[in-house]
C-alpha cells in the first residue's frame, strides 16, 4: 500500500495580508485609474513639458509610495525610472 504526504506551506500569521490592506492597495489602484483616465481624456498629456528627470523623480515617488504594499513592482518601477533618466 502506498500513502502519499502533501507538505502545505503556510505563512507566518504577520505576513499574511489581511482584509484591510487588500482594500487598501484597491482603493489605491483605483484612484489611480481615475487619475490616469481623466489625465488622458481632460488633461495634458502624461510628461508633456517635463524633462526626463522629472519624469523619474515622479515616478519614484510614486514607486515609494506602494513599495510597502508591493516591493517586488516598486523596485521594478526604480529600475524603470533609473532606466527612463539614463536615456
Do not use: C, Y
Request: no cysteine; net charge negative; glycine share 6%.
Amino acid at each position: 500500500m502506498a500513502s502519499t504526504t502533501l507538505h502545505s506551506i503556510s505563512l507566518p500569521r504577520d505576513a499574511q495580508p489581511t482584509v484591510g490592506a487588500s482594500l487598501q492597495a484597491l482603493w489605491v489602484a483605483g484612484k489611480n485609474l481615475v487619475v490616469a483616465l481623466s489625465q488622458a481624456a481632460f488633461g495634458r498629456a502624461s510628461g508633456a513639458g517635463q524633462t526626463r528627470l522629472e519624469q523619474a523623480e515622479e515616478l519614484r515617488t510614486f514607486a515609494a509610495s506602494i513599495q510597502k504594499s508591493d516591493p517586488d513592482f516598486a523596485l521594478d518601477l526604480f529600475a524603470a525610472a533609473d532606466r527612463h533618466e539614463g536615456l
